[in-house]
């Protein structure tokens, strides 16, 4: 294990922890905010990601296949956080989630099928490596998986932003923190 690895290794596991325990802290405060439940889904996929990226890069079977399947991984991990993002700060400052059923059900669905589009060839039809990286190989699923992570997030800091001008208060205060 080289030096870098190890260092890689170390601010993972210190982030991994520090996400964890931020997740929890927050869930704990009130488990039955779908607030403080989606934080808590936001921080594991953080965390998830983590482990997922160091794989990506250090596959524990040094193989093109295995490099390609964690990096499907980090990807799919992605698919579900741009859509709990936007969750999150449509939800907060409130602890209810207030988005109507269809338009929840279509979020989620979006995160369904940019996932298993980014598990699949359609997102990375391969790999290949370039001085010694890997370099994976675009798909035609590309623009649904682009829409669905960068596209969420940048409807979420959009909404964030004009809740924070709409909102009074304590309420701007915490949206500002977000």
Do not use: C
């Not at 859509?83 to 988005?99: E, G, R, Y």
């Not at 039809?125 to 890997?134: C, E, L, N, P, V």
């Amino acid at each position: 294990m080289h030096a870098q690895q190890t260092v890689e290794i170390i601010l993972g596991f210190v982030a991994f922890l520090a996400l964890a325990y931020l997740g929890l802290g927050v869930y704990l405060r009130n488990p039955k905010s779908h607030t403080n439940q989606l934080f808590l889904l936001l921080s594991a996929l953080q965390a998830a990601h983590i482990v997922t990226n160091y794989l990506s890069l250090h596959p524990p079977v040094d193989t093109a296949e295995q490099q390609l399947f964690w990096i499907r991984m980090v990807v799919v991990i992605g698919a579900f956080a741009g859509p709990v993002v936007f969750l999150l700060v449509h939800t907060f400052p409130k602890d209810k989630v207030t988005l109507k059923n269809p338009f929840l059900a279509g979020i989620i669905t979006l995160a369904f099928v940019s996932g298993l589009i980014a598990m699949s060839p359609l997102l990375f039809s391969g790999i290949t490596y370039q001085d010694g990286q890997a370099i994976p190989i675009p798909g035609v699923g590309a623009p649904l998986y682009i829409f669905d992570v960068a596209g969420m997030f940048l409807i979420s800091i959009v909404l964030l932003i004009f809740k924070y001008f709409k909102a009074k208060g304590e309420d701007r205060i915490k949206l500002f923190y977000l």
